[in-house]
């Protein structure tokens, strides 16, 4: 099992939200996820095949012969 990222949490919530000491550790783990996530963006999910193709036609690395 991972350990807890502590350094990165404390970072954050100290450094990204400004809380005070007193405000970060009275958090749940699911506030601060909460607080990452609208700080930061929900996490997307990784371009399959189809979305590649269809990126690779619409921005295509060189210009196609006509």
Known sequence: MTPFPWAEAMQF???????SPDHFWRMTPRE???A??????GIT????RGGLDALMRR???QEQAR
């Open 13 to 19: 919530g100290f450094g990204v939200l400004r809380l």
């Open 32 to 34: 601060l996820a909460a």
């Open 36 to 41: 990452l996530t609208g700080a930061r963006g």
């Open 45 to 48: 999910a990784p371009l399959d």
């Open 59 to 61: 921005f295509p690395d």
